[in-house]
Each structure stands twice: as structure tokens, then as C-alpha cells.
């Protein structure tokens, strides 16, 4: 434990040297695209289990499962990726809206703009000559002066995702994920034989799955690897056992 200590205290101290933290700090920012893998990932399983455990319910055929499965993966994961987009640039046209709101209020009450830097800077712990200071070298450049403004008084952030990445990220772990309960009744549609019990096949990758990105995900976020995995897999499970009750009690309508 002392040398992981000491460990982690030289990494610290080997990433806060001056050329470190100016070369850290003159980058572009870069973001995350963790939340759209795993937003897409836990509802393309979810929503294809669902699919899987309704029509399985509902005591229908494999190739009722595959169908719909299938169509289910295009459909959700298109609609998803579109929403995600829209979402994200949403919060991008209303980061702009924002900037420029501020741009005009510089431009027509600069005093007013000036005084609300200063009472920012005041709640800070800023007084004196050092608060006045504070105030004009951030009223002295434009773009400072709104940014300042922006991050402070509105809580935005500078910069944000890309859509088009938001949404592609989301899409393709929503297929390549939610695939994965289905393939055991692909290779019984499109094999010689079926698999017995595909079903509880199913099930069992599912749970894999669930289990599986909520580990992926504590990597990422320091989170207790087993905490995060059985949350991931208990909240899966509850959205599956829905579905499958759902198909139970609605299986007689197949039958007419």
C-alpha cells in the first residue's frame, strides 16, 4: 500500500511539472464518448432482450425472435443515434445562443456586464485592488470577458461533443451490442439444428453482457468493478423480466 503511495504520488508530481501542465492546458479539449457507448450499449441489449424475452413469453417460433430482433436492433439503434444528434447539438446551438446573447449585452451595457464580472470574481473571495484588477483583465479581451461569463454566471461549458460522433458511438454499440441475445437464435435460424434451450442461452449472455459493461464502465469512472457490474446487470434484468411477464400474459393473442 505505501509503495502504491508512493507510485501515485510520482506519477503526480511527474505530470504536474510546468512543461506538463502548459502542454496539458494548450491542447484542444477532448471529450469522452464513454456515456454514448454505454447509454447505447445498455439499451440496445435491454430493448433486444426485451424483444427476445416478450416473443419468448408469448411461446413463438426462432424465427418470429430473429425477425423481430433484427428489426428491432435497425430501427432503436437508428432512432437512438438521431436522438443522441439532436440532443447533443441541441445543447451546442444553445451554447451559441447563449455567447451570443452576451456579445450583445457587452455591446449595449458594458457597465452593467462589468459589474456582474464583479460580483462573480467577489464570490470568488476577490476584494480590494485585487478584485478591480480581476475585472480588468477579463473585461480587457472580448472573448475572455464572454467566456468568463458563460462558465460562471450560466453554468455552460466552452466546449462540447461532436454530434455526428455522439450519434455514430451510440449507434454502433446499440448493433454490435445488442446483437449479442440474439445469436443464439440466428445460428438456430440459419443453422442445420437449433440449439436447445436457446432461451436460457440467451439469458446467460445477457447477463454477461449487463455484467460486462458495468465492469467496462468502473474502469473508466474508479468505480468498484463488482458495485457497478451487478447495478448494470440488476437494472438489465428488471427491464427483461418486464418484457418477459408482458409476453406471458399477452401470449394468447398470438394464438388467434
Known amino acids: ?64 425472435v430473429v425477425v423481430l430482433g433484427m428489426a428491432n436492433l435497425v430501427a432503436d439503434g437508428f432512432s437512438m443515434a ?3 444528434y439532436l440532443g447533443t447539438r441541441t445543447e451546442q446551438e444553445l451554447r451559441e445562443k447563449a455567447r451570443r446573447n452576451e456579445e450583445q449585452h457587452i455591446r449595449q451595457f458594458p457597465e452593467g456586464e462589468r459589474e456582474e464580472i464583479r460580483q462573480i470574481f467577489v464570490r470568488k473571495g476577490f476584494a480590494g485592488d485585487d478584485l478591480e484588477r480581476a475585472v480588468d483583465i477579463i473585461t480587457a479581451d472580448a472573448k475572455r470577458w464572454v467566456d468568463t461569463m ?14 455526428l460522433r455522439a ?35 440467451s439469458s446467460l449472455i445477457t447477463g454477461l453482457t449487463f455484467f460486462a459493461i458495468g465492469t467496462a464502465k468502473a474502469r473508466f469512472v474508479q468505480q468498484g468493478w463488482l458495485r457497478s457490474g451487478m447495478e448494470t446487470l440488476l437494472i438489465g434484468g428488471a427491464a427483461a423480466g418486464l418484457a418477459f411477464l408482458v409476453g406471458v400474459w399477452l401470449g394468447g393473442i398470438a394464438d388467434h
Not at 458563460?150 to 454530434?163: A, K, M, Q, R, Y
Open 167 to 201: 450519434a455514430l458511438v451510440t449507434m454502433v454499440a446499440f448493433v454490435l451490442v445488442g446483437l449479442l441475445p440474439l445469436l443464439t437464435f440466428i445460428y438456430g435460424f440459419l443453422g442445420e439444428s437449433e440449439i436447445a434451450h436457446p432461451y436460457l442461452w
Open 1 to 64: 500500500m505505501i509503495d502504491g503511495d508512493a507510485n501515485q504520488r510520482a506519477q503526480l508530481a511527474a505530470s504536474h511539472t510546468r512543461e506538463q501542465i502548459r502542454e496539458r492546458l494548450s491542447a484542444k479539449p477532448r471529450h469522452s464518448y464513454l456515456r454514448d457507448f454505454v447509454y447505447g450499449a445498455i439499451d440496445g441489449t435491454v430493448t433486444t432482450f426485451a424483444v427476445v424475452s416478450g416473443v419468448g413469453g408469448a411461446g413463438l417460433s426462432t424465427g418470429v
Open 82 to 84: 438521431v436522438s443522441n
Open 150 to 163: 458563460l462558465t460562471d454566471e450560466l453554468g455552460l461549458t466552452l466546449h462540447g461533443p461532436s454530434p
